[in-house]
């Protein structure tokens, strides 16, 4: 029975990217995940081919609010060191700067092609590029999302089936989704 449970929990871990994986071995919150999901993690990412870095905290501790950083993806350095890079909060801040001039850039480009874009939604892409330079802050990635992800659905639903901006809208889908998920992958530095 409890070779049945292993399984089922190491299973369960296969199907989360390596990301977060990486962020639950690192933070080891005994409270939410037990040992056996501890175990089975570290043996994914040795099958992945990820050098499994030391805990940073340890049983039964809470994740301090200024962590300082979380591991963001797993990609290595040139040389192989099996460094995973960290993102901190000034990481976060450029990333949601660089959202605040793309979205400032297409919303001009909606208003100045009105006559095949939208400029009431050019208007509303440039209010969330200011937005996005007032508030740099990882609550900006849920805002960014669901406003991806009203753009997407719109593309899907009011475009009469157009096929290129179908697929257009289920790849906006898709990318809301995405930046949404950066907010809980930051909850520890901003």
Same mark, same amino acid.
Request: negative net charge; charged residues 15%; aromatic residues 8%.
């Given at each position: 029975? &409890? ?16 990301? /977060?994986?990486?962020? %639950?071995?690192? &933070?080891?919150? !005994?409270? /939410?995940?037990? /040992?056996?999901?501890?175990?089975? %993690? ?5 099958e992945r081919g990820v050098a499994v870095p030391d ?10 609010? +200024? ?7 797993? /990609?290595?350095? +040139?040389? @192989? ?18 959202w605040g001039i793309g979205f400032l850039v297409?919303?001009?480009? !909606? ?10 939604? @050019?208007? =509303? ?9 007032? =508030? +740099? !802050? ?6 960014? *999302?669901? *406003? %991806?992800?009203?753009?997407? %659905? ?9 096929? @290129?901006?179908?697929?257009? *809208? ?17 909850? !520890?530095?901003?």
């Open positions: 029975m &409890y070779a049945i449970l292993e399984n089922v929990i190491l299973e369960n871990m296969r199907m989360k990217s390596t990301d /977060e994986l990486l962020n %639950i071995w690192i &933070y080891q919150d !005994h409270r /939410e995940w037990s /040992e056996e999901a501890f175990s089975a %993690i570290r043996q994914i990412l040795i805990p940073i905290f340890s049983e039964n501790s809470s994740i301090p609010e +200024q962590a300082g950083a979380i591991v963001a993806g797993r /990609e290595r350095s +040139q040389q @192989g060191d099996g460094e995973c890079p960290v993102v901190t909060g000034e990481d976060i801040r450029a990333d949601i700067r660089g297409v919303g001009a480009i !909606h208003i100045l092609v009105s006559g095949f874009l939208n400029p009431l939604w @050019g208007g =509303i892409l440039m209010l969330l590029g200011l937005v996005n330079l007032l =508030i +740099q !802050h990882r609550v900006m990635y849920i805002v960014n *999302g669901a *406003g %991806i992800l009203l753009a997407g %659905i719109m593309n899907i639903v009011l475009t009469g089936g157009n096929p @290129g901006w179908l697929v257009f *809208g289920i790849l906006q889908l898709k990318w809301g989704v995405g930046e949404i998920q950066k907010y809980g992958q930051a909850a !520890h530095v901003l």
